[in-house]
């Protein structure tokens, strides 16, 4: 469906691997993977050799690989479980980045066509995005579709796109309480649209299937929020929701665009929503106070880059948030110290 | 004849608290597809154009029908806040209408079928969006939360998760876009074939192009702000009827605390008019609204400002104090709002209670 014409060696694929056999994903997603270089990360608490199956172009990196980076003090940052991809981030160098969870393989359209997700998400980065007014028809960068009637025409060269949201079929990413009061409930609806989000306003980043302009804001995408009790189902952690709010914030900040619908992918079955719930509850707690404090910050005019404004989003965290609960606290550390390391391995 | 009671879901039919406001100068033949879905429903039908011209309404319809000279009756001088020749003397029927919801359509817009082929009934679906509340805080990734299937995502605070009262159900139109004239000219062949299954709250803070097409609205919670403004004969400008309309709302929406959906339903739009009669209502439209967005992207509204009447009546103050040197058609624009304000609560005398908290 989409236009535009890909170049691959501006784009890296980097897989979180939580769990060691990563065979029947790959193989589901080798129609798109193949083409494309991989990074692929295993979660330094995964114990054992990854099972990865041939015919794809990456490069692995371990436990061992994470701790010769960042080192072993105290204060060093967590990469494990699902923060094991940030590392990948940190190790790219290529403009785009994707990160699909392993344990989703591609969706079928209402029309029972294979969604390609990687050029979908390459399609949302390079065209722009349009964050100051509501188009009522959603992309107007779409093929078949345009801006509407009142659209204000200035405004219609929109702007970069920072980041790409997908969704997920099946399995969508609700909350443990959510999922256990409707154990039935899967999302068998495919939305066909794009849209920008707007402006100032806010939303839940979810990690599962996600894509960014790396060159733009990749030390936004930073590991820092971890909950005492974080697992390995997206239900026992809020880190992406965090790391999304701080993306946000900097998107809007820069004047950069956060897009929102397609592409689809399918989240397979796992985990059971009551027992994650004691784990995740604090995570649900938690977000009562992140959200009106990110909907409140504002960056000075003089943070003009990613790390600038990440910067400054930590020394508000540490101040306003910290004193309240020490996962904040923790939270404003690990921000400082991704900035001095994502800054450290760029002139390396 | 199709079952008109609402179908699988138990949507209510509130046929005794809709109207059912048309434009028309041509006929009203569309309603004979509609029949199945708005026969329950009482009319209210605005005559526009030559008021000694006959409009033919389908039999087995109950309808009230207004023309020029029951406008000019009914509010005498202050009949001049309403449009003449364009289809924004509209709002003249959400006035007189005594119901609590609005359901307004233009008489080229048709039955639309959904993706496996069934006849889409779009004032079901209106109902359903007013019926439910929106998430104007916090956008849903899975768009709207509070219909079948879907939820609110993980990291959606609980405590933003009750909604606020719905006052808007803005639905699309496949086939013909709701372009502009420029965009027309350039792409005279484009035709919307998408249809998009969702429903969403457009957040707070965030203004959009309101068409009048294909549009439901909570009249007791928000009505007087939906003035169409001036357009038409005498007028400089057209096609901005519904989009100032829009405006105001979404500020006022904003401000209250209500929210605003777009979306479903789709209507299958089949008239694409003459471009070039577009851009020459257009015109001084395109360069206005660059000056009426920052407008009102900045426009602030004061604390005790509890009802839409108060919060419309400060808009237009400062309607005129900022836009009146964009132009004069501003200066009176602005009055025809306080007008307009005049006339409702004259038609509509309540007690004038607060229907929202102000933000």
């Not at chain 2, 035709?191 to 192009?209: H, S």
Request: glycine share 6%; net charge negative.
């Amino acid at each position: 469906m989409s236009e535009i014409s890909i170049n691959h060696d501006e784009v890296d694929i980097v897989i979180g691997a939580l769990q060691l056999d990563l065979t029947s994903f790959m193989e589901e997603w080798k129609p798109v993977f193949s083409l494309f270089h991989l990074i692929i990360v295993q979660d330094p608490d995964l114990k054992g050799k990854l099972e990865i199956p041939a015919g794809f172009n990456y490069d692995l990196y371990t436990k061992s690989d994470i701790d010769g980076v960042v080192g072993l003090s105290s204060n060093a940052i967590s990469f494990s479980g699902y923060s094991c991809r940030y590392f990948g981030y940190l190790m790219s160098h290529k403009k785009y980045i994707i990160a699909i969870d392993d344990d989703c393989i591609p969706a079928k359209d209402s029309a029972g066509n294979f969604v390609d997700a990687v050029a979908q998400h390459i399609t949302n980065l390079s065209t722009p995005a349009t964050p100051f007014f509501f188009n009522t028809l959603y992309d107007p960068f779409c093929k078949g579709t345009d801006f509407v009637r009142g659209y204000p025409f200035s405004l219609r060269s929109g702007v970069d796109c920072g980041l790409s949201c997908g969704l997920w079929l099946n399995l969508a990413d609700l909350d443990a309480p959510t999922q256990a009061l409707k154990p039935e409930l899967r999302n068998t609806r495919y939305v066909d649209a794009v849209l920008t989000v707007p402006s100032r306003t806010m939303m839940p980043v979810s990690g599962i299937n996600i894509a960014f302009n790396r060159e733009l804001v990749g030390p936004a995408l930073l590991p820092a929020f971890r909950l005492a009790k974080e697992g390995n189902l997206r239900w026992e952690t809020v880190e992406d929701i965090w790391t999304g709010m701080c993306v946000k914030v900097v998107c809007d900040h820069l004047r950069l665009g956060v897009k929102s619908g397609l592409p689809y992918v399918w989240r397979k079955e796992r985990g059971n929503a009551i027992e994650s719930l004691k784990k995740e509850w604090e995570g649900v707690k938690l977000m009562e106070d992140i959200v009106p404090f990110f909907q409140s910050l504002r960056l000075s005019t003089s943070a003009a880059t990613a790390e600038d404004c990440v910067s400054e989003i930590a020394a508000v965290v540490k101040e306003k948030l910290a004193p309240t609960n020490p996962v904040f606290a923790r939270a404003a550390e690990n921000m400082l110290e991704w900035v001095k390391l994502w800054k450290r391995v760029r002139t390396q | 004849m199709a079952a008109i009671q609402a179908s699988k879901s138990s949507t209510p039919l509130l046929k005794d608290e809709l109207d059912i406001v048309i434009p028309t100068i041509r006929n009203l033949d569309f309603l004979e597809m509609w029949r199945p879905f708005f026969q329950p429903y009482h009319l209210i039908i605005v005559q526009d154009g030559d008021p000694s011209k006959t409009i033919n309404v389908p039999e087995g319809f109950d309808y009230e029908l207004y023309n020029r000279n029951d406008i000019n009756k009914i509010l005498g001088p202050k009949a001049s806040c309403i449009s003449f020749k364009d289809s924004a003397c509209r709002c003249f029927g959400y006035m007189v209408s005594k119901k609590k919801y609005i359901f307004t359509i233009d008489d080229d817009c048709f039955v639309a079928k959904d993706p496996t082929g069934k006849e889409i009934n779009a004032l079901e679906q209106h109902i359903k969006n007013l019926l439910s509340p929106s998430s104007p805080f916090f956008f849903n990734t899975l768009y709207d939360p509070y219909r079948d299937g879907a939820d609110f995502v993980r990291g959606y605070p609980f405590s933003l998760r009750e909604g606020v009262p719905t006052a808007v159900s803005h639905g699309l139109w496949l086939n013909i876009p709701d372009y502009d004239a420029p965009t027309q000219l350039v792409k005279p062949r484009e035709r919307n074939t998408r249809y998009v299954d969702a429903v969403m709250t457009i957040p707070k803070g965030t203004l959009f192009p309101m068409c009048g097409m294909n549009l439901g609205f909570n009249r007791e919670l928000i009505g007087p702000a939906m003035y169409f403004g001036l357009m038409g004969d005498g007028q400089p400008i057209g096609r901005y009827d519904d989009m100032w309309a829009g405006w105001c709302t979404k500020v006022i929406c904003d401000h209250l605390g209500l929210g605003i959906k777009t979306g479903l339903p789709y209507i299958w739009h089949s008239k694409a008019s003459n471009p070039f009669v577009n851009l020459k209502k257009e015109y001084k439209g395109i360069y206005w609204q660059e000056e009426l967005i920052p407008f009102f992207q900045s426009v602030t509204l004061p604390k005790d400002c509890t009802t839409v009447q108060k919060c419309y009546l400060e808009l237009a103050k400062q309607v005129k104090a900022k836009l009146g040197k964009v132009d004069e058609y501003f200066n009176k624009l602005a009055d025809a709002m306080v007008t307009w304000i005049e006339a409702w609560d004259e038609l509509n005398p309540s007690t004038g209670l607060a229907n929202g908290s102000a933000k």
